[in-house]
């Protein structure tokens, strides 16, 4: 397995068609794509009970920042071969099926296999400012693991970034 984490944002429907957006690092293995949900989660759960996810890649960062700050309605249209929807605005998506599983008590791992594969838009790059914030909802994201003061320390390193390379 490529022990390389790309973040990306996961989008899974639940049995009553309720959708979820979640930022998710994934790995990649030949063509499967690795995910690892922790228990619980609506990731994991929908990914369960459904057997499907869409995987996103986008560079619009708000949705990384957006998601681990409570925004979680974001524009979504149906995915194309599986039951499911993707962002509305992915430079392209992923559409994906649970192959195997295997479980751990707090991080299982989903080996999902593609499905379906379309590009919507061309990847231009990342400036600093867009790692920056993605880096910085990652932080959020495990304020109950971390110290504070690692907290507000990498937080004003990641400042540094977004000052020098954001637009307004």
């Given at each position: 397995?490529?022990?390389v984490?790309?973040?990306?944002?996961v989008?899974?429907?639940?049995?009553?068609?309720?959708?979820h957006?979640?930022?998710?690092?994934?790995?990649?293995?030949?063509a499967?794509v690795v995910?690892?949900?922790?228990?619980?989660s609506?990731?994991?759960?929908n990914?369960a009970a459904t057997?499907?996810a869409?995987?996103?890649?986008?560079?619009?960062?708000?949705?990384?920042?957006g998601?681990?700050?409570?925004?979680?309605?974001w524009?979504?249209?149906?995915?194309e071969?599986?039951?499911?929807?993707?962002?509305?605005?992915?430079?392209?998506?992923?559409?994906?099926?649970?192959?195997?599983r295997?479980?751990d008590?707090?991080?299982?791992?989903?080996?999902?296999?593609?499905?379906?594969e379309?590009?919507?838009a061309?990847?231009?790059?990342?400036n600093?400012a867009?790692?920056?914030?993605?880096?910085?909802?990652?932080?959020?994201?495990?304020?109950?693991?971390?110290?504070?003061?690692?907290?507000?320390?990498?937080?004003?390193?990641?400042?540094i970034?977004i000052?020098?390379?954001?637009s307004?």
């Amino acid at each position: 397995m490529n022990d390389v984490i790309y973040e990306t944002v996961v989008t899974t429907v639940s049995p009553e068609g309720v959708p979820h957006v979640a930022p998710m690092g994934v790995r990649y293995q030949g063509a499967q794509v690795v995910l690892m949900p922790f228990k619980p989660s609506a990731t994991h759960d929908n990914i369960a009970a459904t057997g499907h996810a869409v995987l996103n890649l986008l560079t619009d960062t708000r949705v990384f920042a957006g998601c681990v700050t409570g925004r979680k309605q974001w524009p979504l249209v149906a995915a194309e071969k599986i039951p499911g929807q993707r962002l509305a605005h992915a430079l392209s998506h992923v559409e994906l099926k649970l192959a195997e599983r295997r479980d751990d008590a707090q991080r299982p791992i989903l080996l999902m296999a593609r499905v379906h594969e379309v590009t919507h838009a061309p990847f231009i790059g990342f400036n600093r400012a867009q790692a920056a914030v993605i880096e910085g909802a990652v932080l959020v994201s495990r304020l109950h693991m971390l110290p504070p003061e690692k907290v507000d320390t990498e937080m004003g390193y990641l400042q540094i970034a977004i000052d020098k390379t954001a637009s307004a």
